[in-house]
């Protein structure tokens, strides 16, 4: 298994050292955001990383190789390559063994995360079950991963093209614990609300690691979703965001797009449609969520299983 793994030098050098190590993934690089905010983001968010005193671990296939921990030459080549495979759960196996470029979406990366020992992953936001999935059955692998993989996923929630409420359903079919930050609410990528509560707020990375780490020592598998709002000052409008999610959903659906298209398209849309003030949004969320992060990542190692 670990003859898959190319961990990077300062990766390498954390593990030997037994420092905090956050995992991250690439899609947000490769399909997620234009280049070059993709790679500037990327760069930021492990300056951001390795400021609070965890070291990051940016996650792609190369070569294959599941790469654990990228080189700014690896982040430019993701954040160009036009043939970059989004790859999930059931890609993974394909685009190693074929030795192909791929960018790794949230259940890529927690399985690889799990592999190398990484126990905090961060991210933008999770999947969720999509509108409409009482029909096309289109629920992301995200779901089901966080069901079975012991890593601790921080991220905004899930964005507001998705069905919010059964994806919460979801999650508590499967016994995910849902962990809200600074607020009872559960979050909504681009906004602070999304009209739902998590299960339980935990404000300190603190007690949020004592909760993480009982559950796992309970024999407890699977992940915990660790919900951080977006910053107020860079949160969007509810309504304003939920009327243009509504119309990038009925283009999409004009314009047979399905699948794994639907988000990169949604985003792209919404972009386009708030003049550039959701990619802002977007790139404030994801750096607030490696601070929780690596807090917590550091918190966890004190308090090690």
């Given at each position: 298994?670990?003859?898959?793994?190319?961990?990077?030098?300062?990766?390498?050098?954390?593990?030997?050292?037994?420092?905090?190590?956050?995992?991250?993934?690439?899609?947000?690089?490769?399909?997620?955001?234009?280049?070059?905010?993709?790679?500037?983001?990327?760069?930021?968010?492990?300056?951001?990383?390795?400021?609070?005193?965890?070291?990051?671990?940016?996650?792609?296939?190369?070569?294959?190789?599941?790469?654990?921990?990228?080189?700014?030459?690896?982040?430019?080549?993701?954040?160009?390559?036009?043939?970059?495979?989004?790859?999930?759960?059931?890609?993974?196996?394909?685009?190693?063994?074929?030795?192909?470029?791929?960018?790794?979406?949230?259940?890529?990366?927690?399985?690889?995360?799990?592999?190398?020992?990484?126990?905090?992953?961060?991210?933008?936001?999770?999947?969720?079950?999509?509108?409409?999935?009482?029909?096309?059955?289109?629920?992301?692998?995200?779901?089901?991963?966080?069901?079975?993989?012991?890593?601790?996923?921080?991220?905004?929630?899930?964005?507001?093209?998705?069905?919010?409420?059964?994806?919460?359903?979801?999650?508590?079919?499967?016994?995910?614990?849902?962990?809200?930050?600074?607020?009872?609410?559960?979050?909504?990528?681009?906004?602070?609300?999304?009209?739902?509560?998590?299960?339980?707020?935990?404000?300190?990375?603190?007690?949020?690691?004592?909760?993480?780490?009982?559950?796992?020592?309970?024999?407890?598998?699977?992940?915990?979703?660790?919900?951080?709002?977006?910053?107020?000052?860079?949160a969007m409008p509810k309504e304003e965001i939920d009327r243009i999610t509504e119309q990038a959903l009925q283009e999409a659906e004009?314009?047979?797009?399905?699948?794994?298209?639907?988000?990169?398209?949604?985003?792209?849309?919404?972009?386009?449609?708030?003049?550039?003030?959701?990619?802002?949004?977007?790139?404030?969320?994801?750096?607030?969520?490696?601070?929780?992060?690596?807090r917590l990542a550091v918190a966890l190692n004190t308090h090690a299983a």
């Amino acid at each position: 298994m670990h003859s898959f793994l190319l961990f990077s030098p300062e990766v390498a050098a954390a593990r030997n050292a037994g420092r905090p190590i956050v995992a991250l993934e690439s899609t947000i690089i490769s399909h997620g955001m234009p280049y070059p905010q993709n790679v500037q983001t990327a760069r930021k968010v492990e300056q951001i990383i390795r400021d609070a005193g965890a070291v990051p671990a940016t996650i792609a296939i190369m070569d294959g190789k599941i790469c654990i921990g990228l080189s700014d030459e690896q982040l430019e080549t993701l954040g160009t390559a036009p043939d970059a495979i989004k790859v999930s759960r059931r890609d993974l196996a394909y685009v190693l063994s074929q030795r192909l470029l791929g960018a790794t979406t949230v259940a890529a990366t927690m399985i690889c995360a799990q592999l190398a020992g990484i126990e905090v992953f961060v991210t933008g936001g999770i999947g969720g079950v999509h509108r409409g999935a009482e029909t096309s059955f289109d629920i992301s692998a995200d779901l089901q991963e966080l069901a079975q993989t012991s890593v601790a996923v921080v991220c905004a929630g899930v964005k507001s093209i998705l069905d919010i409420g059964l994806t919460l359903e979801y999650l508590e079919t499967h016994g995910v614990p849902v962990v809200s930050v600074g607020q009872p609410g559960f979050p909504a990528f681009f906004t602070r609300e999304s009209g739902f509560n998590a299960d339980f707020q935990i404000d300190s990375a603190a007690d949020q690691a004592s909760f993480i780490r009982t559950k796992w020592q309970l024999g407890l598998q699977g992940g915990v979703v660790v919900s951080n709002p977006v910053p107020a000052q860079s949160a969007m409008p509810k309504e304003e965001i939920d009327r243009i999610t509504e119309q990038a959903l009925q283009e999409a659906e004009q314009q047979g797009i399905s699948g794994k298209k639907v988000t990169p398209f949604l985003l792209a849309r919404i972009k386009e449609l708030t003049e550039g003030r959701s990619l802002a949004t977007n790139i404030a969320l994801v750096e607030h969520n490696a601070l929780i992060g690596a807090r917590l990542a550091v918190a966890l190692n004190t308090h090690a299983a």
